[in-house]
């Protein structure tokens, strides 16, 4: 079959693995259709391949390197109602899901300051991964912030990759060593001196929205903002 022709190409792929990293992410690896390629930052649209949910497309992120031949994603399962992650939060190896094409316009263009909230992590992990193993993370700093220390995914990685610049904010929890409040617009004129460099957001859109606000007001200049459009 010629899949160029096609409007929308799907792949169903098979799970290869899956666990939970905390109380509600679930790590799932996933077989990597031939000659699939993404960009680290990208995502695609999945679905469970089940007959009553393969209607049901939703996105998510990329956390693999590109030369890795599987795909990994980190899913935040939302139990509290019946949408697609809950159902992935049932759904383990051996079941196959569907997958489109890669989109999206979270790239890197050079050092900068990574500010992420939750889940919103997952296009960042796949571009520190990237660099990491490509020797070239150096001159970048993550801002993330969870409810709780339990929250953060790949906290050991993080810290591996990342050491000093690596920032964690808790919204919920005090926590000796780590700074316990809200990223708000005090919070960036603290803690960034230097508002000229690249800015990368990800998290929920009102996140995304106020912190943009924030860093424009601060003298950040719109073409030096990516986030997901
Ligand atoms: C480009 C992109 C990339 C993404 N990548 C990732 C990723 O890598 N990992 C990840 O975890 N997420 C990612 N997301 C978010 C992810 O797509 C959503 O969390 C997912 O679509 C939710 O699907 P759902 O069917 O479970 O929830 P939906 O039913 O679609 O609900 C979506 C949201 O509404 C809320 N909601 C709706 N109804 C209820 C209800 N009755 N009770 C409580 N809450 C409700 C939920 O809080 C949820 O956030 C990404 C989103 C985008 C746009």
């Known amino acids: 079959m010629n899949q160029t022709k096609?409007?929308?190409?799907a792949y169903t792929v098979q799970i290869l693995e899956s666990s939970f990293l905390n109380h509600d992410v679930k790590r799932f690896i996933v077989e990597k259709p031939e000659g699939y390629h993404f960009i680290p930052g990208?995502?695609?649209?999945?679905?469970?391949?089940?007959p009553e949910w393969k209607d049901q497309l939703r996105p998510f992120t990329f956390i693999s390197l590109n030369d890795a031949p599987y795909l990994e994603f980190a899913v935040k399962i939302y139990?509290?109602?019946?949408?697609?992650?809950?159902?992935?939060?049932?759904?383990?190896a051996g079941a196959s899901l569907i997958?489109?094409?890669?989109f999206g316009t979270i790239h890197y263009k050079g050092p900068g300051i990574f500010i992420a909230a939750g889940a919103g992590l997952t296009p960042f992990?796949?571009?520190?991964?990237?660099?990491?193993?490509h020797k070239m993370l150096q001159g970048n700093t993550l801002i993330l912030s969870n409810k709780t220390?339990?929250?953060?995914?790949?906290?050991?990685?993080?810290?591996?990759?990342?050491?000093?610049?690596f920032i964690n904010v808790f919204t919920r929890e005090g926590v000796i060593g780590f700074i316990d409040r809200r990223i708000d617009r005090r919070y960036l004129v603290e803690t960034i001196r230097d508002f000229s460099g690249n800015f990368y957001i990800c998290g929920p859109d009102l996140f995304v929205k106020e912190i943009s606000g924030y860093l424009l007001s601060l003298g950040a200049s719109a073409d030096t903002l990516v986030f997901e459009k």
Not at 79 to 92: A, F, I, S
């Open 125 to 133: 992990l796949a571009i520190f991964r990237e660099l990491y193993h």
């Open 99 to 102: 997958l489109h094409d890669p």
């Open 149 to 165: 220390s339990e929250d953060i995914i790949y906290p050991e990685e993080l810290i591996k990759m990342l050491g000093a610049n």
């Open 6 to 9: 096609e409007p929308m190409p």
């Open 79 to 92: 139990d509290e109602h019946d949408g697609v992650t809950k159902q992935l939060g049932k759904t383990n």
């Open 42 to 50: 990208q995502a695609t649209d999945v679905a469970i391949n089940l």
